[in-house]
């Protein structure tokens, strides 16, 4: 019986001298398309309760053991389990998923292409400034690190930074981000200052000016809300995929500091966001 299902998987018999504990933690590690690896499981389960129910038959009934009945009853489970729930996944298209679809006797769901977005970087009004700022956490709770670039409305890199602010989450280090683009605002007197992140949370704290931060960033926070106030700006969201020059500032491996110019690290994203080209978003 589990040489037959492993064959209607493409797997190999010799899975079948598995013990069950085995059997079960390799039935849910195994990196399958999502229709496959929900029927997958489905098959290991009810084989399990299909032999169990067999052998108590045969025990206490004096039934006679089909192998053939049991192979009927799980292609028919897979069946009504696959029209009785339309969203069970894709396969992925290729020919090894469609002929295990087809031993099963159900649908082949086949998987939809990626939704393609073009995604555009566009520089601010006239004597306007954009800052595009990222975080970035190693583990969590992990080291955090933010970092941004100031781009003027023809484009130039007016200053960009790094900063590391200890251990934290990635919720922080997208504060810490937010904190860190007002104070140099700041300091180098930028009144005109368009916000643009890739992050709902930073878009949302400071359209609302919310003061639900982590105790540790409260004063620094409320002191960033206060020097907000003698700023006119603006906020927008960006998706990743137009972010790139932030999120290069924001790795791990960029040196601490700020640089009132376009650091060579950068150079080529922001070049490529000057050009006509757009960045492209996948969805699947």
Same mark, same amino acid.
Not at 96 to 104: E, G, N, P, S
């Given at each position: ?99 295990? !679809?087809?031993?099963? #006797?159900?649908? /082949? ?7 393609? @977005?073009?995604?555009? %970087?566009? +520089? ?113 969201? !960006?998706?990743?995929? #137009?972010?790139? /020059? ?7 491996? @960029?040196?601490?500091? %700020?640089? +009132? ?24």
């Amino acid at each position: 019986m589990w040489c037959a299902l492993l064959n209607w998987f493409g797997l190999d018999e010799g899975l079948s001298c598995y013990g069950i504990h085995e059997l079960l933690v390799f039935a849910w590690t195994l990196q399958l398309s999502s229709q496959i690896k929900k029927f997958w499981k489905l098959g290991v389960i009810s084989l399990i309760w299909a032999l169990w129910t067999a052998r108590n038959k045969c025990h206490f009934d004096d039934k006679t053991f089909i192998h053939q009945e049991i192979l009927v009853f799980l292609k028919a489970t897979f069946i009504e389990v696959d029209n009785s729930f339309p969203k069970m996944g894709h396969m992925d298209n290729k020919w090894k998923d469609y002929l295990v !679809i087809w031993q099963m #006797g159900v649908r /082949p769901r086949v998987r939809p292409p990626p939704e393609m @977005t073009s995604v555009y %970087w566009s +520089p601010p009004a006239y004597l306007w400034l954009k800052a595009n700022s990222d975080g970035s956490a190693m583990e969590a709770p992990g080291r955090i690190y933010a970092g941004g670039v100031f781009r003027d409305w023809r484009g130039f890199v007016r200053g960009c930074f790094h900063v590391e602010g200890g251990l934290g989450f990635a919720f922080e280090a997208e504060l810490l981000r937010v904190i860190s683009a007002i104070q140099l605002a700041h300091r180098w007197g930028w009144n005109k200052l368009w916000f643009e992140a890739d992050s709902s949370y930073v878009v949302h704290i400071l359209s609302t000016k919310s003061t639900r931060v982590p105790w540790r960033f409260k004063a620094i926070w409320n002191q960033a809300l206060l020097l907000l106030e003698r700023i006119d700006y603006r906020i927008s969201h !960006i998706f990743r995929e #137009g972010n790139v /020059p932030a999120d290069i500032m924001a790795s791990p491996h @960029t040196p601490e500091g %700020w640089w +009132p110019f376009g650091v060579d690290l950068i150079c080529d994203a922001v070049v490529r966001d000057l050009s006509v080209h757009s960045h492209v978003r996948c969805k699947f």
